[in-house]
């Protein structure tokens, strides 16, 4: 299948601080990528979708100007976390669409990345 | 609206003993179903999917599931578990039009395998 990777896999930082997450797709071209959040023992929460070259549409109670959002190229989403807190500790996890033949076909999820905020 | 159900949170299974989890779908539209396994502190890898052909799906590793219109459920099995199977497991669907690719998953189903 195809591959996502994210990057860092892991991240400790202060409150305060900001940190990015970055998102590729490996081997193919994704327009459409997602971000979501997920907490231990818990499924995953769909943050926001990214589209190539346009503004990220984000989910209900999800504040974009917290976990802002890039997706400047075809391979490459990141989620940037804007002044972090404690409670934005959290396993995140990317997604691409993998389109066969123009049509959706499967969604490929990255590794994830654990947020530590201290 | 499209929701998934997966019906027990925790279940445990003898090694080579048959496993079973549960998902029964809601939606309005034909679905497309997926299931997708995550091994702790990773990302989600894709068991198999359903999109409208094959009801009896076969997947990675031994899975399989069967989409049942008539019972709205979408099954994964495996005839004899693996220790190596130890994971949790999440169903979703999606009515995958375009522009709304979104997966709903469900609360997913910890599967514990006793030696």
């Known amino acids: 299948g195809a591959v996502v990777s994210q990057h860092p896999s892991r991240v400790i930082c202060k409150s305060g601080t900001s940190v990015k997450i970055e998102c590729r797709s490996l081997d193919f071209q994704a327009t459409t990528m997602f971000w979501y959040r997920q907490f231990p023992k818990q499924s995953l929460m769909l943050m926001a979708t990214?589209?190539?070259?346009?503004?990220?549409?984000?989910e209900q109670g999800v504040e974009k100007d917290k976990f802002l959002i890039n997706h400047a190229s075809l391979t490459l989403s990141t989620l940037t976390v804007t002044s972090a807190h404690p409670e934005d500790s959290s396993f995140y996890i990317c997604?691409?669409?993998?389109?066969?033949?123009?049509?959706?076909?499967?969604?490929?999820f990255g590794p994830g990345t654990r947020l530590t905020v201290l | 609206a499209q929701s998934v159900t997966q019906l027990g949170s925790h279940v445990s299974v003898s090694e080579g003993a048959l496993v079973l989890l549960r998902c029964n779908y809601s939606s309005s539209v034909p679905p497309y179903l997926f299931w997708y396994v995550q091994y702790p502190n990773q990302g989600l890898q894709l068991l198999l999917k359903y999109t409208s052909a094959a009801t009896l799906v076969k997947g990675i590793n031994g899975f399989e599931a069967e989409f049942k219109k008539s019972e709205t459920s979408f099954h994964l099995t495996k005839p004899s578990a693996h220790m190596s199977d130890a994971a949790e497991y999440f169903c979703?669907?999606?009515?995958?039009?375009?522009?709304?690719?979104?997966?709903?998953f469900g609360t997913g189903t910890r599967l514990t395998i006793i030696p």
């Open positions: 979703a669907v999606s009515d995958w039009n375009f522009g709304n690719e979104k997966l709903t």
């Open positions: 990214s589209n190539e070259g346009s503004k990220a549409t984000y």
């Open positions: 997604s691409a669409i993998w389109f066969f033949d123009r049509v959706p076909d499967t969604q490929y």
